[in-house]
Each structure stands twice: as C-alpha cells, then as structure tokens.
Antibody
Framework: EVLLVESGGGLVQPGGSLRLSCVVS????????MDWVRQAPGKGLEWVGR??????????EYAASVKGRFTISRDDSKNSVYLQMNSLRTEDTAVYYC????????????WGQGTLVTVSS | DIQLTQSPSFLSASVGDRVTITCRAS??????LAWYQQKPGKAPNLLIY???TLQSGVPSRFSGSGSGTEFTLTISSLQPEDFATYYC?????????FGPGTKVDIK
C-alpha cells in the first residue's frame, strides 16, 4: 500500500523557518518525482515545487511565489522528502501536501493527509 | 506561465444530473491535463489524467475529454458522493498550475 505521511507543521512567526517532512512507503522513492502542493484556508490548490528522481539527478523546480525561500530535498535511504521553508510570510499559511504519481508517473495520484503551517505573530 | 480557467465556478445540481465542467488553458498543453476531486478537509483525489484516462478505482460515470486549450470533465449521472470541488491541473510546463476550482453543490 502506498502511503505518504507529512509532519512538521505548526505556528511560526513571520520571517521564521520551518522544515516539513514527508515519509513514504509502498514504493521505491528513488524511482519517482515528488511534489509539494499547498492550500491556503478556504482557497484553491497551489503547486509549490518538485524534486525529480535519481535518474534526473534530483533536480528541482519551484513556483515563483516560493523560489529562493523554499528548498525541496530528499533522502531516499530514509524514504523521506523535505520542504525547508525560510523567510516565511503570512501568505504562506496553508495546508501543505506531499504528492507523487508513483504508478501514474508525473501526475499526482497519491497524496499525504497534509500538515498545517500557520505564519502569524 | 500557463494559466487555467474553469467554468462554471459554482454549479448547483441534483442527483442523477449530467454535469460538465470546462477547463481552458492560456496556451496549448496537448493532453497534459489532470482532474481532481476534493472534499472538505481531505486531500485531492486524482480522477482523470492525460486528459481522458480514468484513474484506477474511479467510477466510470467520470470522463474527460479535450486537447490543446479546451478540456471537459463530465459526470454522467451525479451521485450524492460527488458533491465536492473539482480542479484541473496542467502538466505541460512549469509552474504546474491548477485551475481555480468548480464547486458542485446540491440543488
């Protein structure tokens, strides 16, 4: 069974940092792209960024709204993907999901349950 | 960047109705489009990928069509569990934008 479980959310002050983790099981992480998607309260879905698989040298892509502030990394040996968020702003408040296609490459077939990040003073 | 629009933004329908949602891309995206269903407090659920391929386990009353810049999601006979918000997403180029969503509510 494919599972993705996020953790690390919480309350942080503007300008602060937070690192989210996504632990996966049921598939070989090194063979798959992984993405982060967020959803602000009462709003739509926003793609945050992507880490490609080992065969593509783990290269990354980011949305303009987070580029230079957020960094996606992964540790395939720990079945984990990370979202390091720096210089947080109130508009970064959202539920953050990790997602992957797994058996449907490139699309978002599997999702975690999400973790809430609240940026507020 | 490729922008997606959806119409309508809100749809009120009855059980048994045929429902169609449209997604339009600002540039051609061939068939690199997916549709998701999201219920309150839950993660999105992939319904359709590559514009018209039904994801495993999704009921056959859902179908997708289109290519280029115009796409549709059709629910042939709306069921009580289908009341939700639906999003399209393009996979042609970065950023991988979502549409703004269509909320399907009970009439």
């Amino acid at each position: 069974e494919v599972l993705l479980v996020e953790s690390g959310g919480g309350l942080v002050q503007p300008g602060g940092s937070l690192r989210l983790s996504c632990v996966v099981s049921g598939f070989t992480l090194s063979d798959h792209y992984m993405d982060w998607v967020r959803q602000a309260p009462g709003k739509g879905l926003e793609w945050v960024g992507r880490t490609r698989y080992k065969a593509s040298s783990y290269t990354t892509e980011y949305a303009a709204s987070v580029k230079g502030r957020f960094t996606i990394s992964r540790d395939d040996s720990k079945n984990s993907v990370y979202l390091q968020m720096n210089s947080l702003r109130t508009e970064d408040t959202a539920v953050y999901y990790c997602t992957s296609g797994v058996f449907v490459p490139y699309y978002f077939a599997y999702w975690g349950q999400g973790t809430l990040v609240t940026v507020s003073s | 960047d490729i922008q997606l629009t959806q119409s309508p933004s809100f749809l009120s329908a009855s059980v048994g109705d045929r429902v169609t949602i449209t997604c339009r891309a600002s540039l051609g995206i061939t068939s690199d489009l997916a549709w998701y269903q999201q219920k309150p407090g839950k993660a999105p659920n992939l319904l359709i990928y590559a514009a018209s391929t039904l994801q495993s386990g999704v009921p056959s009353r859902f179908s997708g069509s289109g290519s280029g810049t115009e796409f549709t999601l059709t629910i042939s006979s709306l069921q009580p569990e289908d009341f939700a918000t639906y999003y399209c997403q393009q996979f042609k180029s970065y950023p991988l934008a979502f549409g703004p969503g269509t909320k399907v509510d009970i009439k």
